[in-house]
């Protein structure tokens, strides 16, 4: 079946730092991708997307690599701030989004 | 854009007790859905709608719960009688078509406690 999840549940890095989350996904039938951020009691926040014809998608200081060889994506925060702590999830895109289980991301001070 | 709203914020209800959570999507949405969020399960898709019709409720636990949505402004999701593990925050999301790329905008979210 078709899954997507991350490698690691709590990622804390320094302010300032670049922080690098991963996803990895199985047998998808849709490489569309999605990174979403969710503060604490708010709802999912659309950050970046990638499709598949895509590797790499820059925004506002984020990155989003896809290498659908291994079928993994990273999502590549630069200079991360106190406002990025928050959980990150990557989904694999469609009708039906299917989330993965998320990282926490601490930034320290 | 006031972006989806979502009411309640909080609920609380006691076991066997009815609960109508609300919905209002971003105008011009015409794909809504709902969502529920366990630190168990993560986020599960339960029911999303295309121009006010139901498309996929297979997300749906159980004949408890049900959902319509009787306008393009506005959907309701009822869990009828609940349970104490029905608790969990539950989304609400629309899209512009509900389409492979079209990006879900969540709503704030209700917290639901059934004791």
């Known amino acids: 079946g078709e899954s997507v999840g991350l490698h690691l549940p709590t990622l804390s890095v320094q302010e300032g730092d670049n922080s690098i989350i991963n996803c990895a996904y199985s047998?998808?039938?849709?490489?569309?991708f999605i990174w979403y951020k969710q503060e604490s009691g708010k709802g999912p926040q659309f950050i970046i997307d990638?499709?598949?014809?895509?590797d790499k998608r820059q925004g506002q200081r984020v990155t989003v690599l896809l290498n659908k060889t291994v079928k993994h994506l990273s999502l590549q925060i630069a200079a991360t701030q106190p406002g990025d702590s928050a959980v990150y999830f990557c989904?694999?895109?469609?009708?039906?989004?299917?989330f993965g289980t998320g990282t926490q991301l601490k930034v320290e001070l | 854009d006031a972006g989806v709203i979502q009411s309640p914020r909080h609920e609380v209800t006691e076991m066997g007790q009815e609960v109508t959570l609300r919905c209002k999507p971003i105008?011009?949405?015409?794909?809504l859905f709902w969502y529920r969020q366990t630190m168990m399960r993560g986020l599960e898709l339960l029911i999303y709608?295309?121009?006010?019709?139901?498309?996929?409720d297979s997300g749906m636990p159980e004949d408890r719960f049900s959902a319509k949505m009787p306008n393009a402004s506005f959907s309701t999701l009822k869990i009828q009688p609940s349970e104490p593990r029905d608790s969990a925050v539950y989304f609400c999301?629309?899209?512009?078509?509900?389409?492979?790329?079209?990006?879900?905008?969540f709503g704030p979210g209700t917290r639901l406690t059934v004791l």
């Open positions: 709608f295309n121009n006010n019709v139901p498309i996929d």
């Open positions: 999301a629309s899209s512009i078509a509900g389409g492979l790329t079209d990006t879900q905008y």
């Open positions: 047998n998808s039938a849709s490489d569309y």
């Open positions: 990638i499709r598949s014809n895509m």
């Open positions: 105008s011009g949405h015409n794909s």
């Open positions: 989904a694999r895109g469609g009708n039906k989004l299917t």
